[in-house]
């Protein structure tokens, strides 16, 4: 039997890291209406970020101050929010659990584009000091306050890397391996699956992985390292509530992930552009099951004496270019093939055991669910918002994927 859940919390306080951004604000509404004790904790950074590059989110979304107001105005149990850099307030960040004393940090508060950490020296340092710093300033925090805090830590499904697994299943996060012996013996040992970074901001991810691993073994943090894949849609049925509490959908080349660009691309009569050959695999999660995730994890959390949990957050794999195959029977869309900004395998296979989070409850959003349509409507209404100037993604890993990219 798989040692999923240990026990059931009922009402946590928790405190969401990162609870502006695209997955964080319908998870603190979510879990503010599951009953739970909500605080907002954000640096407002991705908005700034929109500023920096010249673009907006697809779905008009408002303030924070404004989403709480309205939260609450809608029947939604009151969240309250801090605006902190965890990367750098360490003195407040370590005030704030002390005054707070929350059960659970959910931590969402990294720069979360792999294209956006690749685009210069500025940005790969940018990624490495704001979300490994953020990582080990909540670690450090959490043993100096002397609480017993379960963090709840978005990863991603990128640290097993996007190579060959030779048709391997990719556990939840641990190897089983065999050691051997001079004396020609063999020893077992259960390792954390080794990783292989596709990008700086992939590489912050892995470097998180070893944070946790050691301060669980040295501190006994308990931690739940959630391996997200790709998460499309927009929202959810709370911020559906009202326009002011709509989600953000980030469509451009740096932030815009693979299928939500697809179904974007299709509402504004856009080629679809697939880079390279199509034939990446990866793994997608709507934001709904996103959400519904989370808030498993915080209800589930490891005892004092497990080692970090990993759950691998993702419900299905396909390959890019059938994604696109089956956005353009949907909409009639053309597909573009294009050079591949990124280095990386031309293919890959991704076969990937979720099991744990569906034994918890959860019940997988599919594509097949009339949601892909759903998701262009949203993209329709809002096409007169859309920079066609910043769809194409243009930065390259490498000089030689810069020339190419150039060259068209
Ligand atoms: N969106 C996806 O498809 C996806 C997939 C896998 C994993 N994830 C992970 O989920 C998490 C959230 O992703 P997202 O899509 O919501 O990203 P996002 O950029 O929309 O949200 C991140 C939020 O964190 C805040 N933040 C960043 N650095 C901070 C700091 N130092 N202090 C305080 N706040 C800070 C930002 O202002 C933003 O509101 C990330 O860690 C990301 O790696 C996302």
């Not at 805090?149 to 499904?157: E, F, P, R, Y």
Request: charged letters at 25%; hydrophobic letters at 35%.
């Amino acid at each position: 039997m798989e040692h999923c859940s240990d026990r059931q919390e009922t009402v946590v306080k928790v405190l969401v890291l990162g609870g502006d951004g695209f997955c964080g604000w319908p998870c603190a509404v979510n879990l503010a209406e599951n009953g739970h004790d909500v605080v907002v904790v954000d640096n407002l950074s991705r908005r700034k970020i929109d500023l920096e590059l010249g673009v907006e989110s697809l779905t008009p979304i408002a303030s924070i101050g404004d989403r709480l107001e309205v939260w609450e105005q809608t029947g939604g149990r009151a969240m309250r929010f801090v605006a902190m850099d965890i990367a750098h307030d360490y003195d407040q960040l370590l005030a704030l659990l002390r005054s707070e004393q929350p059960g659970a940090v959910v931590h969402f508060a990294e720069q979360r584009a792999a294209p956006y950490s690749m685009k210069s020296s500025r940005n790969k340092r940018y990624t490495v000091d704001n979300n490994v710093n953020g990582t080990h300033n909540l670690l450090c925090a959490i043993v100096e306050s002397g609480l017993d805090i379960h963090i709840v830590h978005l990863g991603t499904m990128g640290v097993y890397g996007y190579g060959s697994h030779r048709g391997a299943t990719i556990p939840k996060g641990y190897l089983t391996v065999e050691v051997p012996q001079p004396d020609g013996t063999r020893f077992r040992e259960n390792i954390l699956h080794p990783t292989d970074p596709g990008s700086v901001y992939h590489m912050t991810k892995t470097l998180d992985q070893l944070l946790f691993f050691y301060y669980n073994k040295n501190d006994s943090i308990r931690i739940t390292d959630l391996h997200q894949g790709i998460v499309w849609g927009t929202n959810t049925d709370l911020t559906d509530r009202d326009p002011r509490l709509s989600n953000r959908f980030d469509y451009d080349g740096d932030y815009g992930t693979v299928l939500n660009r697809f179904l974007m691309q299709a509402a504004i009569g856009y080629p679809l552009s697939v880079h390279g050959t199509g034939g990446q695999t990866r793994a997608f999660i709507h934001i709904r099951d996103s959400v519904k995730c989370v808030q498993l994890a915080i209800e589930n959390p490891p005892t004092a004496t497990d080692k970090v949990k990993i759950f691998n957050q993702m419900t299905e794999s396909h390959r890019v270019k059938d994604l696109a195959e089956k956005v353009a029977a949907v909409t009639g869309a053309e597909i573009n093939f294009l050079p591949n900004p990124r280095k990386e395998a031309i293919e890959n296979d991704l076969i990937v055991d979720n099991r744990c989070l569906i034994d918890l409850g959860l019940k997988p959003t599919t594509l097949d669910d009339g949601l892909l349509s759903e998701v262009v409507d949203v993209a329709r209404r809002f096409a007169d918002r859309c920079d066609r100037r910043r769809i194409p993604c243009v930065s390259a890993w490498t000089q030689a994927q810069a020339k190419a990219v150039a060259a068209g």
